[in-house]
């Protein structure tokens, strides 16, 4: 049984930073391309970073380009999210999604239940 157990989420000031961390069981991890997802309240949930399977080529939205980074840790069968220079625009609920595939979309086979980022002004 697949599992995404996300966390690291928080209140946060802006201009702050948080990493998320997404551990992963119950697939195996080389085989996925991995991605965060996130969503604000009233919003659709909209693409953040993926991670390529096999490549390790990333992906990043326009709007955190150079402040979000995103990577995994084999080892630890984890997926990261380092978010620096945090704006209140980015506070959502962010999700883990795995995708056996070579991208990662919104139909995304797995997610996990989601971690709260919340930043103040």
């Known amino acids: 049984q697949v599992q995404l157990v996300e966390s690291g989420g928080g209140l946060v000031q802006a201009g702050g930073s948080l990493r998320l961390s997404c551990a992963a069981s119950?697939?195996?991890?080389?085989?996925?391309?991995m991605g965060w997802f996130r969503q604000a309240p009233g919003k659709e949930r909209e693409f953040v970073a993926a991670i390529i399977r096999r490549s390790g080529r990333t992906h990043y939205a326009d709007s955190v380009k150079g402040r979000f980074t995103i990577s995994t840790d084999n080892a630890k069968i984890t997926v990261y999210l380092q978010m620096i220079s945090l704006k209140p625009e980015d506070t959502a609920i962010y999700y883990c999604?795995?995708?056996?595939?070579?991208?990662?979309?919104?139909?995304?086979?797995?997610w996990g239940q989601g971690t709260q980022v919340t930043v103040s002004s």
């Open positions: 119950g697939l195996t991890f080389s085989s996925y391309s």
């Open positions: 999604a795995a995708r056996l595939s070579d991208y990662v979309s919104d139909d995304s086979a797995y």
